[in-house]
């Protein structure tokens, strides 16, 4: 019963250097999703898909790229990392397009720039 | 301005309490709107959504006000095991705001 599954839980970077957030999810959902959370802030959306082929950028899609070339999986990748960057990632899916409110979230990604 | 704001809190209560707080929204456009639950250092879980009419599950009680564009949450009859980070959510287009939350402690 894995629900959402995100890879790594830990990672610390240099700033420059390039790395993919993974997210994978069993439960056949259309809608998936990438947040940030910084401290003392809300969630903020970094990128959507609502199904294969389709994604489109959230609040704070800069230095961020997604692709959904599959109803599972939704890496995010981060092109060139920023000290800005350092954050908790989350990735979420839901199970239909007309409930994208009710996400199902994976145990998130604890990134570190130096 | 920020799409969804909160009171932070901390709301500190006794068990037994009641305790309740608001956050605002400020897209009249917003179509639907949740509370989330978020434990230190985890994952948010839904708890629940808010509809219109207004709705509860158990002990919590969620309200909907579109003409002052706020929700509310109660919670009766506080538990130890409540005490966490709750975060308004609300819903336009496929895009979700989050509130930055509402800590609630239940203290003994």
């Known amino acids: 019963n894995a629900g959402v599954t995100q890879t790594p839980k830990f990672q610390v970077l240099k700033t420059g250097q390039s790395m993919t957030l993974q997210c994978a999810q069993d439960?056949?959902?259309?809608?998936m999703s990438w947040y940030r959370q910084d401290p003392g802030m809300g969630l903020r959306l970094i990128h959507y898909?609502?199904?294969?082929?389709?994604?489109d950028q959230g609040e704070v899609p800069n230095g961020y790229n997604v692709s959904r070339s599959t109803t599972e999986d939704f890496p995010l990748r981060l092109l060139s990392a920023a000290p800005s960057q350092t954050s908790v990632y989350f990735c979420?899916?839901?199970?239909?397009?007309?409930?994208?409110?009710?996400?199902?979230f994976g145990e998130g990604s604890r990134l570190t720039v130096l | 301005r920020k799409e969804v704001e909160q009171d932070p809190g901390p709301f500190n209560v006794p068990e037994g309490a009641t305790v309740a707080f608001n956050c605002t929204y400020s897209n009249s456009a917003s179509q639907s709107f949740f509370w989330y639950r978020q434990d230190c250092r985890k994952e948010p879980k839904l708890l629940m959504s808010v509809y219109s009419s207004g709705n509860e599950d158990g002990r919590f009680t969620a309200q909907l006000n579109r003409a002052s564009q706020y929700i509310s949450l109660l919670i009766r009859d506080s538990k130890l095991s409540d005490s966490a980070t709750y975060l308004c959510?609300?819903?336009?287009?496929?895009?979700?705001?989050f509130g930055a939350g509402t800590t609630v402690t239940v203290r003994a």
């Open positions: 898909s609502v199904g294969a082929g389709i994604t």
């Open positions: 959510v609300v819903n336009r287009d496929y895009k979700l705001s």
């Open positions: 979420a899916s839901s199970v239909g397009l007309t409930n994208t409110g009710e996400l199902f």
């Open positions: 439960m056949n959902h259309e809608y």
